[in-house]
Structure formats: C-alpha cells, structure tokens
C-alpha cells in the first residue's frame, strides 16, 4: 500500500481521468473514483491514519472544481494530522505538500480566500 502522499498523487491522477470522462468536471466524491475510474478503494485510506477501510482518511474540496481551476486550490487532504502533527493537501494542480498543522490552517485559509475570490462557496475544515 502506498504512503499518504503518494496515494494522494494518484487520486490526483484518478481525478484527471474523472474529467476527461465527464466534461471537465470533477466528481461528487472521492468514492465516486472507485466506482468509475478504477480507482482502488484502500488508497482513501491513509495506512497511518487508523481509519478502517471503507471510509477515506480524506477531506475533499473538489467537487466543484473543473479543468479551469487555479493549481494553487486545495482538492484534498488528511482529515487529521495522522503525520507527526503534518497534513498532506493535494492542490488542483496534482502536487502534493505536507504542512505542519499551523501552515495548513493558514493553507485553508488562502484557499478559502481564493476560493472567495474565484465566486465559488468556500468551505470549512
């Protein structure tokens, strides 16, 4: 099983092929990658997270996002700082970081600021 980050690279990587099958949007859920994309359902969850499978270790905030997003918009991250008080976020672009829990609230901020910016609902942690 792939670490955190690399999953998050290929569920970037799932969500570009989403797209291309569906007009430029992205989908509703994470979940909705395993059903339509051959995504597998373990790499929603991070191995050191503790969350059993089934369920994603994940926040998405991509579901309103399309090919046009700015790269610096966040589409997913770890629920929780299952890293050593670290996050990884995956960004619309399909990079992925790992901040500690202080730089990721003020990352959250910023995309709800760019968010705000672009007209779309900014979201909560």
Avoid at 3 to 21: F, N
Avoid at 56 to 63: A, F, P, Q, T
Avoid at 91 to 107: C, L, N
Wanted: aromatic share 8%; hydrophobic share 30%.
């Amino acid at each position: 099983m792939p670490h955190c980050d690399e999953a998050l690279k290929l569920i970037g990587q799932a969500l570009v092929a989403y797209r291309d099958q569906n007009g430029g949007q992205n989908p509703p859920s994470l979940e909705a990658l395993t059903e339509t994309v051959d995504l597998s359902p373990w790499l929603l969850v991070c191995p050191g997270s503790g969350v059993p499978f089934g369920e994603s270790s994940y926040k998405y905030r991509g579901g309103d996002l399309d090919n046009n997003a700015s790269a610096e918009l966040i589409v997913a991250y770890d629920k929780k700082p299952w890293h050593k008080g670290r996050r990884n976020v995956l960004f619309a672009d399909g990079s992925v970081q790992r901040f500690k829990e202080e730089v990721f609230e003020k990352t959250i901020d910023k995309d709800n600021q760019l968010r705000s910016q672009m007209g779309l609902e900014p979201k909560p942690e």
